[in-house]
Every structure is written in structure tokens, then in C-alpha cells.
T-cell receptor, first 112, second 112 residues
Framework: EPEVTQTPSHQVTQMGQEVILRCVPI?????FYWYRQILGQKVEFLVS????????KSEIFDDQFSVERPDGSNFTLKIRSTKLEDSAMYFC??????????FGSGTRLTVV | GENVEQHPSTLSVQEGDSAVIKCTYS??????FPWYKQELGKRPQLIID?????GEKKDQRIAVTLNKTAKHFSLHITETQPEDSAVYFC???????????FGKGTTLSVSS
């Protein structure tokens, strides 16, 4: 069964550094999302992306965050200047419609 | 925006018992309600979902009920097994259909 894959699985970065988290959706996915999950807490919506545009973003998704589909297949989340509180598991998700989407394997981001 | 409340936060049952997890949502226009199971260190996985045009859906030992008037939906697991132990998240699709908003999760422990 096809899977949404994410790289890296774990990233450690210095506070203030930029990080790029990468996701490879399933080929027929049209809708893309980023979520984050702070350890032991709920899954929080960051941003949704459709037709090469952001369709919705949450309050968490401030100017430090950006998303791209640089080559029409990969889907990236960039955090420009990481803060300690950005430490979390970041999941991308994709789907053929707005319902029933599939989560990726996640990237654990640790900001030190 | 959409707000999803989930109860209880933890639930312990004996193997073979039933487990019920309840969620409420705030946006009466929401029309899609999935449930995700997340095992420790893994991605959330869709286990069942319900759309607002039905009141109940069942898949083997798992069922979900929806009360649109009261804006409640519930997950029912019968004949629980130790492998059902995980964190369960309910979610509701926001009115614009651009994001799933998650509840805080229920940690289910099934002891044998």
C-alpha cells in the first residue's frame, strides 16, 4: 500500500537556525497538510495546501513558517528561525479529497 | 473556528469490555468526523469515519455514532483486546473543508 513518506525522521537543530522538513505524498494526492504534535499532546493543524496555494493556515503558522511544492511532487515545510517551542513531531498528510487523508511517518524536530 | 472537545483523556478497561470515547464539536456546518488511532511513536491512522448524512457506522468491533442536533459523536469499541491500547483522536472537518481539527486524545489501556 502506498505511503506518505517524510524525511528526515529526526532533526536536531540549534535555536535560530532554519530547517526544512520534507514530505513525499502519494502520487494521486491533491490536498496536502502539515500538522504538528508536541510530545504527549494533541495533533494541531498548521496549514493546508491545494492547487499550489495555501488554502488555510492556523494561528501557529506565522511568518516563520512557509510551505512549498518545489518540484511538483515533494511538499516542504520551512521554519526560518527555530525556537525551542517548535520542538515537536511534524506530520504531513495528503489526500485525494478533503476527507480521509493519510498521515506521513513524521519528523521529530528537536530545537536545542 | 471549529473546536473539538474529547472525553475522557484516559480510559482503562479489561480485555473483553467495551470502551466508549465521546467528542463534541462547535461548528454545526461540520460534516465529516474521522477517528484516528495513534500507537506510541507512530503516525495517526484512520480507523473509521462518519459523514453527517448518517447516524451510525460500524466496522467489525468499531462503531461510530453521530448526533448532529447535539453536536456529539462517539467511538465504540467492543470486545477490547490489548492491541487496542493506543491514543485515539477524534476530529471534525472545519466548515471550509480545509482542515481537520482534532480533539486532545484519549489514552486507552486494555489490560488482559
Amino acid at each position: 500500500e502506498p505511503e506518505v513518506t517524510q524525511t528526515p525522521s529526526h532533526q536536531v537543530t540549534q535555536m535560530g537556525q532554519e530547517v526544512i522538513l520534507r514530505c513525499v505524498p502519494i502520487s494521486n494526492h491533491l490536498y496536502f497538510y502539515w500538522y504538528r504534535q508536541i510530545l504527549g499532546q494533541k495533533v494541531e493543524f498548521l496549514v493546508s495546501f491545494y492547487n499550489n496555494e495555501i488554502s488555510e493556515k492556523s494561528e501557529i503558522f506565522d511568518d516563520q513558517f512557509s510551505v512549498e511544492r518545489p518540484d511538483g511532487s515533494n511538499f516542504t515545510l520551512k521554519i526560518r528561525s527555530t525556537k525551542l517551542e517548535d520542538s515537536a513531531m511534524y506530520f504531513c498528510a495528503g489526500g485525494t479529497g478533503v476527507k480521509g487523508y493519510t498521515f506521513g511517518s513524521g519528523t521529530r524536530l528537536t530545537v536545542v | 473556528g471549529e473546536n473539538v472537545e474529547q472525553h475522557p483523556s484516559t480510559l482503562s478497561v479489561q480485555e473483553g469490555d467495551s470502551a466508549v470515547i465521546k467528542c463534541t464539536y462547535s461548528d454545526s456546518a461540520s460534516n465529516y468526523f474521522p477517528w484516528y488511532k495513534q500507537e506510541l511513536g507512530k503516525r495517526p491512522q484512520l480507523i473509521i469515519d462518519i459523514r453527517s448524512n448518517v447516524g451510525e457506522k460500524k466496522d467489525q468491533r468499531i462503531a461510530v455514532t453521530l448526533n448532529k442536533t447535539a453536536k456529539h459523536f462517539s467511538l465504540h469499541i467492543t470486545e477490547t483486546q490489548p492491541e487496542d491500547s493506543a491514543v485515539y483522536f477524534c476530529a471534525a472537518l472545519n466548515q471550509a473543508g480545509t482542515a481537520l481539527i482534532f480533539g486532545k486524545g484519549t489514552t486507552l489501556s486494555v489490560s488482559s
